[in-house]
Nanobody, 115 residues
């Protein structure tokens, strides 16, 4: 069983930066692909960024060039560095681990971009 805990969300002005962290418990962290999703009010949850266990990354078009996903396997940590934040980035951000039929979610952390 894997448990995920996100942190690092908060209120930031447009153009600002935040770094989200995802702490994983349990074994075999390295076998999982890790991703960040977000869900804004009234909208469906969407993929923001994903990093495979081999280190390949992909991003939603809306965040390319602004967000960077990374992982630290020995520490069982995942990160999302968010720069040049925009009001439309406001959402609850969720950490996700996935391997085969095994999918785990964190509880989410709120990111609000507003002046």
């Amino acid at each position: 069983q894997v448990q995920l805990v996100e942190s690092g969300g908060g209120l930031v002005q447009p153009g600002g930066s935040l770094r989200l962290s995802c702490a994983a418990s349990g074994s075999s962290f390295t076998i999982y692909a890790m991703a960040w999703y977000r869900q804004a009010p009234g909208k469906q949850r969407e993929l923001v960024a994903r990093v495979t266990r081999g280190g390949s990354t992909n991003y939603a078009d809306s965040v390319k060039g602004r967000f960077t996903i990374s992982r630290d396997n020995p520490k069982k940590m995942g990160y999302l560095q968010m720069n040049s934040l925009r009001p439309e980035d406001t959402a609850v951000y969720y950490c996700n681990l996935e391997y085969s039929s095994y999918i785990y979610w964190g509880q989410g952390t709120q990111v609000t971009v507003s002046s």
